[in-house]
């Protein structure tokens, strides 16, 4: 089993700022990682797939990369409503799985 | 617009059986593999099961293998997720979630996703 892990666990970040998130995998996924966004109450979204291309309706500030076993998910600059929760999940192999996930609060 | 719809959810003991269903709509029902993702309160997200197109090829997570069962009904746009001899340890939201299956056999990412159905699993 694929295991990814996800880093940090909580990131604290205002309005405006930068967000880095971190997904490495424990044996390479090639470019099969997705990204989703989860807030309080709701079903998971998803951001990215196939690494880095964006879902439909996906604003710009969302990009991710990476290959192999590292992978990375940017918010160029948060808005208000990016707060919330972030899953890296790979499909390169079964089992799939998830990441333990990042949750991005306001500081 | 493609929408996946959840149902079946609700309260059950432990050792029990209950049946999810999930209406697909807005896509080529038959064209797609769907899937069941859950997660337990306050916890991560756990795939549980995929079901190709055809209903042919099925997958299973381990924690899943032997209890659950996924199917379909093309006919009906539906796919089902039979669970038995549940657990306290299953009690989650379950999620359905359209997916697609690549020529060598892998899946693509979930997309869209139901709002979920709430499994209790409690005496």
């Known amino acids: 089993e694929i295991v990814l892990t996800q880093s940090p666990a909580t990131l604290s970040l205002s309005p405006g700022e930068r967000a880095t998130l971190s997904c490495r995998a424990s044996q390479s996924v090639s470019s099969y990682l997705a990204w989703y966004q989860q807030k309080p109450g709701q079903a998971p979204r998803l951001l990215i797939y196939?690494?880095?291309n964006r879902a439909t309706g996906i604003p710009a500030r969302f990009s991710g990369s990476g290959s192999g076993t590292d992978f990375t998910l940017t918010i160029s600059s948060l808005e208000p409503e990016d707060f919330a929760v972030y899953y890296c999940q790979q499909h390169s192999n079964w089992p799939l799985t998830f990441g333990g996930g990042t949750k991005v609060e306001i500081k | 617009e493609v929408q996946v719809l959840e149902s079946g959810g609700g309260l059950v003991q432990p050792g029990g059986s209950l049946r999810l269903s999930c209406a697909g709509s807005g896509f080529t029902f038959s064209g797609h593999g769907m899937s069941w993702v859950r997660q337990a309160p306050g916890k991560g997200l756990e795939w549980v099961s995929s079901?190709?197109?055809?209903?042919?090829?099925?997958y299973y997570a381990d924690s899943a293998k032997g209890r659950f069962t996924i199917s379909r009904d093309n006919s009906r746009t539906t796919v089902y997720l039979q669970m038995n001899s549940l657990r306290a340890e299953d009690t989650a939201v379950y999620y359905c979630?359209?997916?697609?299956?690549?020529?060598?056999?892998?899946?693509?990412?979930?997309?869209?996703w139901g709002q979920g159905t709430l499994v209790t699993v409690s005496s």
């Open positions: 196939g690494t880095s």
């Open positions: 079901i190709s197109g055809s209903g042919e090829s099925t």
């Open positions: 979630a359209k997916v697609w299956f690549y020529d060598d056999g892998r899946i693509s990412w979930f997309d869209p």
